[in-house]
């Protein structure tokens, strides 16, 4: 059983990333999935998530507008499009399988399913 994440890099201010997680062990269609990131000295921050009943997603106030999640059950992979990226957005982004998934939040612990984490630097 694995998630797998990949896509980030380094780019300047006002770029894009696509961000991809790739299960392998379990069908990911089955399971609501969450992005994450942690910053330096910070704790980590769940950003946005989409649910596996009807697609559901949530965003995190900070990057409503900007980033868009979407998943490919045929594919067993999960993505996270961002655009407009700022400096503040540099991190270590996570994608996991998260217990629940609403338009209002995300419900998580930390025995879920969790990518390796994939840096994000955005330049000013």
């Known amino acids: 059983v694995q998630l797998q994440a990949s896509g980030g890099g380094l780019v300047p201010a006002g770029g894009s990333l696509r961000l991809s997680c790739a299960a392998s062990?379990?069908?990911?269609?089955?399971?609501?999935i969450g992005w994450f990131r942690q910053a330096p000295g910070k704790l980590r921050e769940g950003i946005s998530c989409?649910?596996?009943?009807?697609?559901?997603?949530y965003y995190v106030d900070s990057v409503k507008g900007r980033f868009t999640i979407s998943r490919d059950n045929d594919k067993n992979t999960g993505h996270l499009q961002m655009n407009n990226l700022k400096p503040e957005d540099t991190a270590v982004y996570y994608c996991?399988?998260?217990?629940?998934?609403?338009?209002?939040?995300?419900?998580?612990?930390?025995?879920?399913?969790w990518g390796q984490g994939t840096q994000v630097t955005v330049s000013s």
């Open positions: 989409i649910s596996s009943s009807d697609g559901t997603t």
């Open positions: 062990g379990f069908t990911l269609g089955s399971h609501d």
């Open positions: 996991a399988t998260v217990a629940k998934c609403s338009s209002e939040g995300i419900t998580w612990y930390w025995d879920n399913y």
